[in-house]
């Protein structure tokens, strides 16, 4: 069994920080690609940064420059640093991991609960 838990949500005024973290857990024998996404009310789930096990990332034109991934592929934990927040970017946040499972060494896409972030005054 694994399992992703997600934490670091919350209400936070523009201009200000906020991190994501994201820990898989379980019989894993590798964690591959892990990345997170977002979806706002009424709008469509977007990809919001990933980045592969070997550390090459991309983002979403709309959060270059201001969020940053990173992984700790010994914790299997992906982090979103996110600064200069801003009110479009008030979304639900998802962790989404690419998992080889141990002794079965299946894989396995795993999404997250979900973590609220609202950027409001």
């Known amino acids: 069994q694994v399992q992703l838990v997600e934490s670091g949500g919350g209400l936070v005024q523009p201009g200000g920080s906020l991190r994501l973290s994201c820990a898989a857990s379980?019989?894993?024998?590798?964690?591959?690609?892990m990345g997170w996404h977002r979806q706002a009310p009424g709008k469509q789930r977007e990809l919001v940064a990933a980045?592969?096990?070997?550390?090459?990332?991309n983002y979403a034109d709309s959060v270059k420059g201001r969020f940053t991934i990173s992984r700790d592929n010994a914790k299997n934990t992906v982090y979103l640093q996110m600064n200069s927040l801003k009110p479009e970017d008030t979304a639900v946040y998802y962790c989404?991991?690419?998992?080889?499972?141990?002794?079965?060494?299946?894989?396995?896409?795993?999404w997250g609960q979900g973590t609220l972030v609202t950027v409001s005054s």
């Open positions: 980045i592969t096990r070997g550390g090459s990332t």
């Open positions: 989404n991991v690419a998992v080889v499972a141990a002794v079965s060494y299946r894989y396995l896409e795993l």
């Open positions: 379980g019989s894993i024998f590798s964690t591959n690609t």
